[in-house]
């Protein structure tokens, strides 16, 4: 900051005397006068005094005299000088102070804030209205609820009409299903352990680059060298994370979806479609229409000015996530109108597309299924390679074509499948297995095969660890690629053809990894681990998870953009960070849960049952 300072006064000195420039002078005459109570002096204090030090935001800020300032040089990553500059100069002052083209934006923070956000939007003043609408239902419903205890095995008037939609919103039984579990207990309930694990993975790997890429580091000199370290490979890993979600999806609807085919038959091709929308779009939606209308107001900084940055396409694009096309529009690219949108849209877009494999699997012929899923493998690495070729794709996250992999390989689905699709034949195989145990009967011989693979111990043991060893490979392989950033973070280590192999075929090998891990426990095996990860520990956390996903980037852009001072990247730092927002992240789920996720579930469950009684003409 002393070397900016005397940078400015000289230039000042060659410049017209206006008031911003006395002023200046007057700030860089009283550098070093630190006995001195002058406003000058403050405004020197409460200065950065190097490359992301954020000075003393609020202090400047209650100089009336002074006008906190930011002198962004880089956004990616942040790189920033602040000072507490005089209210005197405007931005058109400081950049003919510049003499010449100004390398850098000037910000006034507050200013800027107060100028954007200083009053509420309509859409502001609508969302919380709609908020305490939501309250009052879950109000009524639950005083409904305690009212009906006391007439309990008796028909009252809360078993009819109205009062079964406000009873929907009560938070007495709500709250209960935030720690219920599934009811039956048996090898599935592993998979509650498995997500909240793979949760917690998801949100370090976006602390991660919420540092790396999007905060203002204190020591940002230093990034290339944490980017190098091999300890910082887990991190990188957290983006397969999701792919264990897509898997876990899959296998779900494979086998209970053969298990209502083969009990009442194929639901057909769009009431599925239906219920799924209805299921999982109310709290989409509310999240949405939620950080759209209000992150702007949660938080304050010295960079807050760009706090609702991530949600400006949300006022073009809002339909893309009712739609479930946020991963194609506009352009053929995405829209960043909530950042985890797009993985709905492969979701929704993944189940619409297993419909009919289920169809041909469980009513034609046993091998189209298995051709199906053979068939969007391949599909997945020809697509893979083709796009990675056309781009000049670098699989580094935050490389230079960090924008270009994210937007036409890493929320595409044709890039990704390849794990949903073996989650559908996990699917097929714990189908058979079951029923085999069950009835004795035969279903699909080659499932059978598949599940007899991991009944011998030494086989099953064999095979799970060339999971683990082929999953450990896949995350700790990219260290030869991170590890090398060069002087622009282009990171050339690997080369075309080597970045153009590995984006074609690692979630092919991703998926049978999972595939090899997850199987087992699911078919009830290494009982050890399956009862770990069926603790009931888990259940409140499962239960929260797909409000947790849709919440927590948009949380830690508030946490992170609200920053008052440079955050100093280590991965002490990062993993610590990770575990307070993921603890806030289940926190603020459980209000959310009790206005939004549940009582809509129950709405949708009860509007599947009146359209059963409703009398056919």
Not at 27 to 37: C, E, L, R, V, W
Not at 589 to 617: H, N, Q, S, T, Y
Request: aromatic share 18%; net charge neutral; charged share 15%.
């Amino acid at each position: 900051m002393e070397k900016l300072l005397a940078v400015m006064a000289v230039v000042a000195v060659q410049a017209d005397y206006t008031q911003c420039v006395l002023d200046l002078l007057q700030i860089a005459s009283h550098a070093t006068d630190f006995q001195s109570d002058s406003v000058y002096s403050k405004m020197f204090f409460y200065s950065g005094k190097s490359l992301n030090d954020l000075g003393r935001y609020e202090d400047c800020n209650l100089l009336s005299e002074a006008k906190y300032t930011i002198f962004e040089l880089s956004r990616q990553p942040w790189v920033v000088l602040s000072f507490c500059g005089p209210s005197s100069c405007s931005k058109e002052d400081y950049y003919s102070l510049a003499s010449g083209e100004a390398a850098f934006e000037v910000h006034f923070s507050q200013e800027e804030v107060q100028e954007k956000w200083g009053s509420l939007s309509g859409g502001a003043v609508a969302m919380v209205t709609f908020i305490s609408f939501l309250g009052l239902l879950v109000l009524i419903g639950s005083v409904a609820e305690l009212a009906s205890r006391p007439l309990s095995g008796t028909k009252t008037v809360f078993d009819n009409g109205i009062w079964k939609v406000f009873l929907c919103f009560s938070a007495v039984s709500n709250f209960k299903r935030v720690f219920a579990g599934r009811g039956t207990r048996d090898s599935l309930d592993s998979l509650n352990g498995i997500r909240v694990i793979s949760i917690s993975w998801v949100i370090l790997g976006h602390v991660a680059i919420q540092y790396l890429a999007y905060s203002v580091c204190s020591n940002v000199v230093k990034t290339p060298d944490y980017v190098e370290m091999f300890s910082s490979t887990i991190i990188y890993g957290a983006f397969f994370a999701v792919d264990v979600f897509f898997w876990l999806s899959a296998f779900l609807m494979s086998y209970l979806m053969l298990k209502q085919m083969n009990a009442r038959g194929f639901p057909g091709f769009f009431v599925p479609v239906v219920h799924r929308f209805l299921r999982i779009t109310p709290l989409f939606l509310f999240v949405t229409c939620l950080f759209w209308s209000l992150q702007k107001y949660l938080g304050s900084g010295p960079v807050w000015y760009s706090g609702d940055l991530s949600n400006d396409d949300c006022y073009d694009y809002w339909w893309t996530n009712l739609t479930y096309t946020n991963n194609f529009v506009p352009d053929f690219r995405r829209n960043s109108c909530i950042g985890v949108g797009w993985y709905l849209a492969n979701d929704m877009q993944f189940f619409i597309l297993s419909l009919p494999v289920m169809y041909l699997y469980g009513k034609v012929n046993k091998w189209v299924g298995w051709g199906c899923i053979a068939a969007l493998n391949l599909v997945m690495v020809f697509s893979s390679l083709g796009v990675a070729e056309q781009h000049d794709l670098n699989l580094v996250m935050v490389s230079e074509s960090q924008k270009d992999l994210m937007d036409y390989y890493y929320v595409k689905p044709y890039c990704r499948v390849g794990p949903y699709a073996l989650g559908l034949a996990s699917g097929f195989v714990m189908y058979s297995y079951k029923k085999k145990l069950d009835t004795g009967e035969t279903y699909d011989a080659f499932a059978l095969k598949i599940a007899g693979l991991f009944e011998r111990f030494w086989s099953r043991v064999g095979l799970f660890l060339a999971g683990l060893g082929c999953f450990s490979f896949l995350i700790f392989i990219q260290y030869t690629a991170y590890r090398y950033p060069g002087d622009n973070f282009e990171f050339s280590s690997w080369s075309r053809s080597e970045n153009v192999a590995w984006l074609s075929l690692n979630r092919l090998f991703l998926g049978f990894s999972l595939t090899l891990m997850f199987l087992p426990l699911v078919l009830g095996y290494f009982s050890f681990i399956g009862q770990f990860l069926s603790w009931p520990f888990w259940n409140p956390f499962a239960n929260l998870i797909f409000c947790v996903y849709l919440i927590h980037l948009s949380l830690i852009e508030v946490i992170y953009k609200s920053q008052k001072m440079g955050v100093y990247i280590s991965n002490l730092n990062i993993y610590k960070d990770a575990i307070s927002v993921l603890l806030l992240c289940f926190l603020v789920a459980v209000p959310i849960f009790l206005l939004v996720e549940c009582p809509f579930g129950r709405l949708e469950k009860l509007f599947w049952e009146w359209l059963k009684k409703k009398p056919k003409d």
